[in-house]
Structure formats: C-alpha cells, structure tokens
C-alpha cells in the first residue's frame, strides 16, 4: 500500500465542452458530454470507469452521470466541499483511489451553468449556497454578500502592507486576457485589454475593479485520472501526480478568514506548497509553468509568494508586464484562466496544467517539466504537481 | 416551478416585450401657470423663471416655463392609474397580472432615468406614449427572485416635437420570506413592503449574540466559562479547552479598522450603497466584521480609531455599526 501519493496516478484524459454565457442545456448534459470527452480522450470505454468525483457544489450527481453516460459498475465516488477549494481535491481523493485500488479508473468533473443559472457573483442572498447558513449571518447583514467583497477586505490589507497598487493588480489581468488570445474557446478570445481599458473598468469592491474578478460562465471540464502503469496503455502522454494535497489552515474559515494574525497571507497556501514541495522533491525552481488560482487578481499575487516563486511582500515586484508569460520566470495560467477563458471553478485550470505537460497549450513554452496547479483562495484548498512521464 | 413551467412563463412575459402600453396619453390640461405652481410648492422649488413672470421675461425664456423634471407630471392619469392590477387594463397591467399568478407578488420600483429635450413653453400639450422595453432573465435579489421590467415612455408636444424620455424599471418578485410577508395582515401583497437588510438566521449558536445587541445595546463577545477565552464569532465550544459553557462580556465599543472595503456593485434591496465594510479589532482583542458610518469612503483608514453604535433598522432590527470615534 502506497503511503505517499508521489508517482501513485496520473491524469489520462482530459474532457470539455464549449464555455459560453447560455449553454441552453442543463447542467448534467454539460457534465456528461465533459466526462465522455475525458474517457475518449484516455481512448477507453466508460464501461472502464468506476469511480466518479465532483464537487458539493455540483447539482449532476455520480450515479446520474454513470447512468447517462453508460458508466457501469462503481465502486468508489465522493464529493468535496469549499467550492472552487476543491478543484484539486477531486484530484486527491481520485489519486487516492486508484493508488489504494479502490478503483481503477476516475473521472472527476464540474459543470455548471455558472451565468445562465445560479450566479456565484450575485453573492449569498438569493438563495444559500452553503448549509453554513450561521457562518454567512456574520457578514451578510452587514452587507458583505459577495467572494467580491470579501476577497476584497483581505486585497486592501496585503496592497497596504507592501505597497501593491492596482498597475501590480492589472499585469495579471492584461497577462491572462493576452493569453485567451490564442485560445478560441476561452471567453475572451478576440477581447484584447490595454491597461488603460483595466483602468477604466468600473470598482465593484475596492480596490477590485472589474477586470480583477473573474467572469461568470457556463460549461462543463472533466479530467481521467489512474495510475501511471494503465496510462501509459492509454491513449495520450499521461501527466504524472507528483505531488497533491487538500489544505486548510488553523483559523480556517469559508472565503472569511478574518481572525488570523496576518491577513495579508494565505497559510493555507504555505501548507500546501510544503507539501507538495516535500511529496515530488521539487521546488518553487522545477516549475516550468503554473496555474494559480485566478478568482480575483490579488490571489495570483498572494499565491506567487506562498509557494515561494518570491519572498513575502515582493510580487508586485515579479509581476511585471512579462513575468508571467511564455518567455517569463513563471508562464501563468497560458489559457487565459477564470479571468479571461472561463469561471469551471478551477477544473480548467487542472486540464490546462494537463496539455502544458502533453505540450498541447495554446501558448505552449518550450520546456515544461512540471507544472503547479492550485485551488480556490480563501476557501479550504490544495495544490497538486504535474510532472511529465 | 418546473423547467418547463418556467419557460413558459417566459416565453409568455416576453411576447410583451416591444408592446406599447397601451393608446398615447394626451395630458389633461396644457402646460399652465396653477399646476406650475402647485408642483414648485411642494417639492421646495422657487426659482423665479418658474415662478415669477417679470423675472421670467429678463431669463433666455422670455416667459415663464415649466421646471423639466415636471415632465412626467403633464401626462399622469391621476387616481385611475391605481386601478387596473386585478382587471387588467393595459399591456402593463396585463404581464404583472401573469407574474402576480405564477407567484411573482412583490413589486419594488427600483430606478428611473429621464432624459429631458428643452423646457416646456405654457400652452404646449405633452403626449407619452410607453413601451414595454424589456424585461430581465431572472435574477435572484435580497427580496427574492424575480424579473426587471424596463418601460420606455418618449414625450412629445401636440406638433410631435420631441421634448424627452423616461425609463422606468421595476422588480416583479417572489418574495423571499413569504412566511413573513403572510403573517402581516393586510399586507398580503408585498407591494407597499420597504425593502430591508437579511437578517441573521437565529440560531441556537448565533441567535442570543443578535438579542443581546437588542436587549442591552452593547456587542457581546462570548467569553468561555472555563477558561476565559474569548471568541468571536460565537461557536458553541472553546477551541483552546474543550469547554461547552459560555457566558460574555460587553465590549467597550472602541476599537480600530483592520482592513476595509467599499462595495459599490452589486447592490442589494435593503442597503444603502456605496457601503463601507469593516474588519475591526475590538479593544478586547477579538475581530469583528460590520459596517462603518458616518464617514465618506475617501476618509477611511486601515488604523482608524472607531466607536460602536447600535444601529435601528425602519422594521426594529438592531445591529452593531461603527462610526468614526470622538476626538
């Protein structure tokens, strides 16, 4: 039995649909025609897959998802919590199960009608999205309803603390929206963005204008996830797990961890950089690409330093206008990301960690080993390390 | 409500999208000095131009005209516009009594825009025609889920000259707490309802921090009877000894800010925007989230020294804010 989740699977397939802003489906056609595309991608049959993972979030449950897409037998499925907080954990508890046997082959997927549905950016009032209905009473009389707003409290702190203004905020922005250029299905695509269009987006929480929140969209991403030995006999180059895990902090609260001594840090992040770090043997040096978490601008920032690609406090200093492209120190987020391919609560982010590793991106470096994916900030999260075979 | 019903309620609400209203209002009486006069009476205006026919003829006028935001005033029907929601009478009247049947009850005027041409001349005749110009996907708001509607009304005078336009836009909803709405008698539709802020649910861990608040006016930061630990917010055992016994103390009030925001967008029913969100850190050392008053979004610091003040809502609820502390 493995006691480390080192080498123990790697991802077969990669599956989604078109992102737009009215699917016209519903949200369980979305999911499955995504997981169908990962068993096809892998070149296996869904009568191989046993397992499934989704969020808590999600509305299409497992056995549905089996049903419609002609999954049979099933012997492990789970649900992981904290919104876009799970995203890499559908990768562990998945990484888990076909290292332990529990199953051999998982599909984890999410899909939403994230614009046409149930929006996440018209905050917690309409309809509660968390049964944690007691935690959400401590902010929403006072009006603090939305990831916007809460996000905010924490940006406001950390921009004061070190001197990051919204220029430092923008390079993210301008970056990823530069990089949906060249992804056709991203939302953006064909929508360049000057800094003098980032500058004249509207505040909606300051100092989070506009174009530092990510879009709402609807869509549907899926990945196959199974050891190493079997994806080798599949179909594509499989993306080896290096090193993955979830991630809460002591203090640990959903989006509003406000009682920590120092605010202007994410030690949920730092847990989770030491261990991936610890379980692959890498560092911050190895990664030859990332996809850090993009809800919201100051994330990227914050991220860039918890997983040690700088010091405390100095990433407005590395995210100048290159660093974080092709030819910069760390290409980020090469398919435009939340903020200009789409809102899949994180799951694109896996599959684009996923084709950087094939070398199949639409903004492809040259050499890419490793590459570092993270999940939802502010929410319990994790980190997982792709390596290539 | 089924998929499918839902779609045929919609498809039903936006076949009056593009419909006018109903025939072109033509004002009851031209544009007159009496009326001029009541309306500068009761909304404090006392410009001479409107006012004061000497003064009037040395303005670019030469006479009298009427005040532009009256425009609205020319063509107004009168107490007959209260008629009409249970028997139809127009297109309007008509597509609120589709969503008032499918569970859509409360109706919120939420903005409008008026866009005005030139002043009115006395002896001009105002006509308005309004058109059912669009109306939302369903949005989930503070008060509940509903629709926008969006009227256009464009204003000309007997001779078809244009004079302006108004957009009028308000929310069809199905109120969220129907439960409560219900329980006021003679309010059973939400229409006449202000909206107000969400209330805390009440909880057996949260419930009695909101009635003290109410009850003795201070913020209470529950305090372990154990160990002494305080905590904020309240959870119902202490995270340092185990202990499930609770009792709390009253904070000072002082306190200073943490970190802040100013949340301009999107707005919800029952607040006041911008709204000036706080983290604060309690003299006693616990942080707490609330709103800051009594001070305009440029004059906030983080490192601000800040008092409570126990805030009354229209509807009776309490609730701690802050406002800049006395110097």
Redesign the interface.
């Known amino acids: 039995m493995p006691t480390t989740l080192h080498n123990e699977a790697a991802v077969a397939g990669i599956g989604q649909t078109a992102y737009t802003k009215n699917s016209g489906v519903s949200e369980l056609q979305l999911a499955t025609e995504a997981v169908r595309k990962a068993i096809d991608d892998a070149g296996i049959q869904p009568s191989e897959v046993d397992g499934l993972v989704t969020y808590t979030m999600d509305s299409s449950d497992e056995v549905e998802v089996a049903r419609t897409v002609g999954i049979g037998d099933m012997t492990f499925w789970s649900q992981v919590n904290y919104g876009g907080g799970a995203a890499v954990g559908l990768v562990a508890h998945a990484a888990m199960a076909v290292a332990t046997g529990a199953a051999k082959n998982v599909v984890v997927y999410r899909a939403l009608n994230g614009r046409s549905g149930q929006r996440m950016g018209q905050g917690v009032s309409g309809q509660i999205i968390s049964s944690d209905l007691i935690h959400w009473s401590w902010y929403m009389p006072f009006g603090l309803l939305t990831p916007a707003s809460w996000i905010a409290l924490q940006a406001r702190l950390y921009m004061h603390k070190y001197g990051a203004t919204s220029e430092h905020l923008a390079h993210v922005a301008i970056t990823q929206r530069m990089h949906a250029q060249k992804n056709p299905n991203a939302a953006m695509y064909g929508k360049p963005m000057t800094m003098d269009d980032y500058m004249k987006s509207r505040m909606i929480c300051e100092p989070l204008r506009l174009f530092d929140c990510c879009q709402e969209d609807d869509g549907g991403c899926a990945l196959l996830i199974t050891t190493p030995e079997r994806a080798r006999d599949m179909k594509q180059t499989p993306a080896v797990i290096r090193g993955v895990t979830q991630a809460s902090f002591e203090g640990q609260e959903q989006m509003t961890s406000f009682y920590r001594d120092d605010l202007a840090w994410l030690p949920e992040m730092e847990l989770a950089a030491k261990r991936v770090y610890e379980m692959s043997g890498l560092g911050p040096k190895d990664m030859d690409a990332a996809c850090l978490y993009d809800a919201f601008t100051p994330e990227v920032l914050m991220q860039l330093e918890a997983f040690g690609f700088c010091g405390r406090g100095e990433a407005k200093d590395f995210v100048t206008s290159e660093s974080l492209t092709l030819g910069g120190a760390l290409p980020n987020n090469t398919h435009g990301g939340l903020l200009s391919e789409a809102y899949l609560h994180g799951v694109n982010n896996l599959a684009e960690g996923v084709r950087l590793v094939r070398g199949e991106s639409c903004n492809q470096p040259d050499k890419v080993d490793h590459v570092l994916v993270t999940s939802g900030v502010g929410v319990p999260t994790g980190a997982v390390i792709f390596g290539k075979d | 409500m089924s998929d499918e019903k839902k779609k045929a309620l919609e498809a039903q609400i936006r076949a009056f999208v593009g419909k006018p209203v109903g025939p072109v209002v033509v004002g009851r009486d031209p544009v007159n000095e009496p009326m001029i006069r009541q309306w500068c009476d009761a909304m404090g205006e006392t410009h001479p131009a409107y006012l004061d026919a000497d003064a009037a003829k040395k303005t670019v006028h030469g006479e009298i005209v009427a005040p532009p935001t009256m425009l609205q005033a020319w063509v107004m029907e009168g107490w007959a516009m209260h008629e009409g929601y249970d028997e139809p009478k127009n297109e309007q009247h008509r597509l609120h009594k589709v969503l008032a049947d499918n569970g859509y009850t409360g109706v919120l005027g939420t903005n409008t825009e008026e866009n005005y041409t030139r002043y009115l001349r006395l002896g001009e005749t105002v006509k308005a025609l309004t058109v059912i110009d669009s109306i939302s996907?369903e949005?989930?708001?503070?008060v509940?889920?509903g629709y926008f509607i969006t009227t256009k009304t464009t204003f000309e005078n007997q001779d078809g000259e244009d004079l302006g336009s108004m957009s009028f836009r308000v929310l069809r909803f199905k109120p969220?707490n129907a439960q409560a709405a219900a329980s006021k008698e003679g309010e059973s539709k939400a229409t006449a309802q202000k909206p107000s802020?969400?209330?805390?649910?009440m909880?057996h861990?949260?419930g009695w921090w909101w009635e003290k608040v109410a009850s003795d006016g201070v913020i209470p930061i529950q305090r372990c009877t154990s160990c002494q630990k305080l905590r904020?917010?309240p959870r119902p055992m202490c995270d340092a000894c185990g202990s499930q016994g609770f009792d709390a103390i009253a904070a000072s009030g002082r306190a200073t800010v943490?970190?802040?925001?100013?949340?301009?967008?999107?707005q919800?029913p029952g607040?006041e925007y911008p709204?000036v969100?706080i983290?604060v850190d309690l003299e006693e050392g616990?942080?707490?989230?609330?709103?800051l008053v009594d001070c305009k979004?440029e004059d906030v610091s983080?490192g601000m020294a800040v008092e409570a003040v126990i805030h009354e809502d229209e509807d009776g609820?309490k609730?701690p804010f802050f406002r800049p502390a006395a110097r």
């Open positions: 996907e949005k989930a708001t503070g509940g889920i969220a802020r969400i209330k805390p649910p909880g861990d949260n904020h917010p943490h970190t802040f925001t100013v949340i301009h967008y999107p919800f607040y709204i969100s983290i616990e942080r707490m989230a609330s709103t979004p983080i609820f609730i």
